[in-house]
């Protein structure tokens, strides 16, 4: 069992920037990839960026492209989003997820944490 810690979320203003982490603990710990997702009050989970965990190829939703950026660190079984440029549709509680392989869903989940943008 694989479990994810986030951490680094808040209240910004807009224009402003965060770092967002997730800390993987458990089992050897060896995803295909590590993502984030977002969800808004009252809207539906999306995908917001993931990355391959052994080649390091990411992937990012058109909505954070150019201002987001995921990243990870393999020694620390962390992996990091860092949002710049934040604007208040950005507000959304944060989840961290993992997955075993290319062809299946995400199917470890952290249990979020809010990141708040004012205008």
């Known amino acids: 069992q694989v479990q994810l810690v986030e951490s680094g979320g808040g209240l910004v203003q807009a224009g402003d920037s965060l770092r967002l982490s997730c800390a993987a603990s458990?089992?050897?710990?060896?995803?295909?990839?590590m993502g984030w997702f977002r969800q808004a009050p009252g809207k539906e989970r999306e995908f917001v960026a993931r990355?391959?965990?052994?080649?390091?190829?990411?992937y990012y939703a058109d909505s954070v492209k150019g201002r987001f950026t995921i990243s990870r660190d393999n020694a620390k079984n962390t992996v990091y989003l860092q949002m710049n440029s934040l604007k208040p549709e950005d507000t959304a509680i944060y989840y961290c997820?993992?997955?075993?392989?290319?062809?299946?869903?995400?199917?470890?989940w952290g249990q979020g944490t809010q990141v708040t943008v004012s205008s």
């Open positions: 990355i391959n965990w052994s080649r390091g190829r990411t």
């Open positions: 997820a993992a997955r075993d392989t290319s062809w299946s869903d995400f199917n470890s």
């Open positions: 458990g089992r050897t710990f060896s995803p295909y990839d």
